[in-house]
């Protein structure tokens, strides 16, 4: 299945741009400040969250990985426990399908940037 996984390619293109992440691991969404804008000091509406490393990032691609749907999910759920969060089977059910919907709406190797709610390729030359 296509998912979304942090990555150090096209990093500095802007120049709020940071990766704290390890390339290649799977993210998820993180917590957003109230009132908090895309390119705010933060960065929390402009990145996403490794779910290893629980860092954050602010490049991620579309990367082809040999999981099931219950194995991306559990992903999911030990990342939230690891960060201290104990989250309902539907929330995340929920997450899990919108990142598979963002990541199927794109070619495997699109390097993509998180503005606020939506998703952008960015060009990787």
């Not at 704290?20 to 705010?40: H, I, K, L, W």
């Not at 779910?51 to 759920?77: D, F, G, H, P, R």
């Not at 104990?86 to 495997?108: S, V």
Request: aromatic share 6%; glycine share 8%.
């Amino acid at each position: 299945m296509k998912v979304l996984v942090a990555t150090k390619e096209t990093q500095g293109k802007r120049k709020n741009d940071f990766s704290y992440t390890d390339s290649g691991e799977p993210v998820r969404f993180a917590f957003e400040c109230d009132g908090e804008s895309v390119d705010g000091r933060c960065g929390c509406r402009r990145s996403m969250c490794g779910m290893n490393s629980l860092k954050a990032t602010t490049t991620v691609q579309v990367k082809n990985e040999k999981l099931s749907l219950k194995e991306y999910k559990s992903k999911i759920q030990k990342s939230l426990q690891k960060g201290g969060w104990n989250l309902t089977e539907k929330i995340i059910a929920d997450e899990a399908k919108e990142l598979l919907r963002i990541a199927n709406h794109f070619p495997e190797g699109t390097v993509l940037e998180k503005r606020g709610d939506g998703f952008a390729a960015r060009k990787t030359e």
